[in-house]
Structure formats: structure tokens, C-alpha cells
């Protein structure tokens, strides 16, 4: 079993910075791909960003491509995701997840563990 924690989400003003934590349990995190969904009031659970296991390969939705950075520290069990330039609309519950494979990062249907998630507010 692998259990999450997000944590740094908050209120801050448009045109602001953030950087998500999600912090993960276990001795295994290395051969985890991880990834960032958020999900808006009334709206579908959508994929940010992620990053591949091993190689580290990152990805990206479009609306946030130039403005959000993922990536993980495996000697501190930690996926981070840097949010630059926020806007209104990046407004949501920001989720951490983890699946043991390298394909369908973008697809939340495929992860297996999940964290609660933090909230993001910007205030225009």
C-alpha cells in the first residue's frame, strides 16, 4: 500500500506562486510514476502534470505547460509541483496520485492510490 499527503495549497493572488508537496509512504517511491490532477467546482477531475519513474520523463497539460513544473526527490519519498503565474481558472483541489507503471499518466482511470488532496484559491 503506498498513501499520500499533499500539502502547500492556498489562497494567493493572480499572477502568484505556489509549490505543491505531496509526500508519499513506503520504500518503493523510486519505481512509482506520479502524477498531479486537479478538479474545479462542478467539473471533471483533470490531468496536470506528470512524471515518469526511472527516467523521469514530465508531462504536461496544456493550460499549464510554461507555468507548472513537476518533479520528485526519491530520497525524500516527494513529487512537487512549482505553480507560476497562477490564474483564476488553476482554482481547485489539487490531487497527488501513483501508479506502479509508465503508461496512461494522463489517464486518472489508471492510478491506484490516491492522496486527499489541497485546495489552490486565486483571487484575481
Known amino acids: 500500500q503506498v498513501q499520500l499527503a499533499e500539502s502547500g495549497g492556498g489562497l494567493v493572488q493572480a499572477g502568484g506562486s505556489l509549490r505543491l508537496s505531496c509526500a508519499a509512504s513506503?520504500?518503493?517511491?523510486?519505481?512509482?510514476?506520479m502524477a498531479w490532477f486537479r478538479q474545479a467546482p462542478g467539473k471533471e477531475r483533470e490531468f496536470v502534470a506528470a512524471?515518469?519513474?526511472?527516467?523521469?520523463?514530465?508531462y504536461y497539460a496544456d493550460s499549464v505547460k510554461g507555468r507548472f513544473t513537476i518533479s520528485r526527490d526519491n530520497a525524500k519519498n516527494t513529487v512537487y509541483l512549482q505553480i507560476n503565474s497562477l490564474k483564476p481558472e488553476d482554482t481547485a483541489v489539487y490531487y497527488c496520485?501513483?501508479?506502479?507503471?509508465?503508461?496512461?499518466?494522463?489517464?486518472?482511470?489508471?492510478?491506484?492510490?490516491w492522496g486527499q488532496g489541497t485546495q489552490v484559491t486565486v483571487s484575481s
Open positions: 496520485a501513483a501508479r506502479y507503471s509508465d503508461y496512461g499518466l494522463q489517464d486518472a482511470r489508471a492510478y491506484d492510490y
Open positions: 513506503g520504500r518503493t517511491f523510486s519505481t512509482l510514476s
Open positions: 512524471i515518469r519513474r526511472y527516467a523521469g520523463n514530465t
